[in-house]
């Protein structure tokens, strides 16, 4: 094997084995609420459960292949939407809307309930 054979099974690894599962770890739990090293098992976990369920049932229900460039961006997916939620969490946008909903379903539910 050579050493660019080594180079890209170790960011392959790192990139489908513990990247997702790592962003997807900051969704369900604070920065500050666990350890660093609940948060690496915590996150090779979620990746070995995230990734392959998505990939098959992106498979099952759009047909899509199981092919390098289709599960990289599938991974890159399940990356990119935790940062997101992240991002519009964090933003002023972001918490201005979710108080807009949070009011908003009040308003339902208060009026579901007088009648």
Known sequence: MSIAEIIRVV???AFVLFVPG??????F???KSID??????LSLGLSIALVPITVFW???????KITLPNV????????LVPIAY????????GSNALAKLKSAFRN????ENQH
């Open 72 to 79: 990289s961006i599938t991974v890159c997916g399940l990356i």
């Open 29 to 31: 739990f604070a920065r």
């Open 86 to 93: 992240g991002l519009v969490r964090r933003s002023t946008w």
């Open 11 to 13: 960011f392959g690894v």
């Open 58 to 64: 992106l498979n099952r229900l759009f047909g899509m």
């Open 108 to 111: 339902i539910r208060t009026k």
């Open 22 to 27: 790592l962003a997807w770890s900051y969704v």
């Open 36 to 41: 660093w090293i609940e948060r690496i098992a």
